[in-house]
């Protein structure tokens, strides 16, 4: 089993940056990539991107890869998602989430923290 728990969501304004941390313990072997996603109110989850854990090899969505960032620190077990220049838009409730195989759907992810709220104001 993976746990997951992210941390670091808030209230900002337009324009602002934030960064969300999400700490993996339990059996970390069990998982190469580690995902973000977002559920905007009123919509479906969708993907943000990933990181693969052992090479720091990042994708994206088209939406966010100019002003979000995915990193980790393996000592620490933590993956990062630094994101810059937000808009009213990115509002939503953030997941991280684990799985063996890269992939932009998130039923391929076997394990998922509990999700921090992010909102920004215009």
């Known amino acids: 089993q993976v746990q997951l728990v992210e941390s670091g969501g808030g209230l900002v304004q337009a324009g602002d940056s934030l960064r969300l941390s999400c700490a993996a313990s339990g059996r970390t072997s069990s998982f190469r990539f580690m995902g973000w996603f977002r559920q905007p109110p009123g919509k479906e989850r969708e993907f943000v991107g990933a990181?693969?854990?052992?090479?720091?090899?990042?994708y994206y969505a088209d939406s966010v890869k100019d002003r979000f960032t995915i990193s980790r620190d393996e000592a620490k077990n933590t993956a990062y998602l630094q994101m810059n220049r937000l808009k009213p838009e990115d509002t939503a409730v953030y997941y991280c989430?684990?799985?063996?195989?890269?992939?932009?759907?998130?039923?391929?992810?076997?394990?998922w923290g509990q999700g921090t709220q992010v909102t920004v104001s215009s």
């Open positions: 989430a684990a799985a063996w195989g890269l992939s932009r759907a998130s039923n391929n992810y076997n394990y």
């Open positions: 990181i693969y854990w052992s090479g720091e090899v990042t």
